[in-house]
T-cell receptor, first 111, second 113 residues
Framework: GNSVTQMEGPVTLSEEAFLTINCTYTATGYPSLFWYVQYPGEGLQLLLKATKADDKGSNKGFEATYRKETTSFHLEKGSVQVSDSAVYFCALKTSYDKVIFGPGTSLSVIP | EPEVTQTPSHQVTQMGQEVILRCVPISNHLYFYWYRQILGQKVEFLVSFYNNEISEKSEIFDDQFSVERPDGSNFTLKIRSTKLEDSAMYFC???????????FGSGTRLTVV
């Protein structure tokens, strides 16, 4: 079946550090891949997405590239800010199917 | 930008009571979903709904749960007899006919006491 694996953290970084959160997936067919962010006490916000192999999703300085050969969609940001502290969920969706979420990675950025 | 609206944002209910969580999906979307997130845990799929019927449901979605689209705009999740372990954040989502648009609401935090 379809599944998503991501590093669970928690991850603690200093401000302006480089961020990588690894995500790998297992899926039949050709899924779309997503990163969602959940700020403390809030709902799920779509951060970025990629719908086919080699696509790069980007938003707010975050990037992720859809790598079919390694079935990965790692999230990166060159310089994190305190305001980036949140839980990040990698997810996939095939066709009109449900979204399958990874377990989430908690990120804390300290000044 | 179109939004999925959920009400209430927070509901407290006594164990054994019925609760209805309400959602207004994006108007031109055809696929509707409920997910839940127990505090600090993974987001889990509950049910998907299309063409006025359930298209898929998870093991969590047992006989205590039901969904309905009572009119052209609302999409509801009913829990008939709430249990303590139903305490969670419940997210509604809607999608158009493709892989592009999949929008979540801001969630309803359900607390069962």
């Amino acid at each position: 079946g379809n599944s998503v694996t991501q590093m669970e953290g928690p991850v603690t970084l200093s401000e302006e550090a480089f961020l990588t959160i690894n995500c790998t997936y297992t899926a039949t067919g050709y899924p779309s891949l997503f990163w969602y962010v959940q700020y403390p006490g809030e709902g799920l916000q779509l951060l970025l997405k990629a719908t086919k192999a080699d696509d790069k999703g980007s938003n707010k300085g975050f990037e992720a590239t859809y790598r079919k050969e390694t079935t990965s969609f790692h999230l990166e940001k060159g310089s994190v800010q305190v305001s980036d502290s949140a839980v990040y969920f990698c997810a996939l969706k095939t066709s009109y199917d449900k979204v399958i979420f990874g377990p989430g990675t908690s990120l804390s950025v300290i000044p | 930008e179109p939004e999925v609206t959920q009400t209430p944002s927070h509901q407290v209910t006594q164990m054994g009571q019925e609760v209805i969580l309400r959602c207004v999906p994006i108007s031109n979307h055809l696929y509707f979903y409920w997910y839940r997130q127990i505090l600090g845990q993974k987001v889990e799929f509950l049910v998907s709904f299309y063409n006025n019927e359930i298209s898929e449901k998870s093991e969590i979605f047992d006989d205590q749960f039901s969904v309905e689209r009572p009119d052209g705009s609302n999409f509801t999740l009913k829990i008939r007899s709430t249990k303590l372990e139903d305490s969670a954040m419940y997210f509604c989502a809607s999608s158009d006919e493709g892989m592009r648009g999949y929008t979540f609401g801001s969630g309803t935090r359900l607390t069962v006491v």
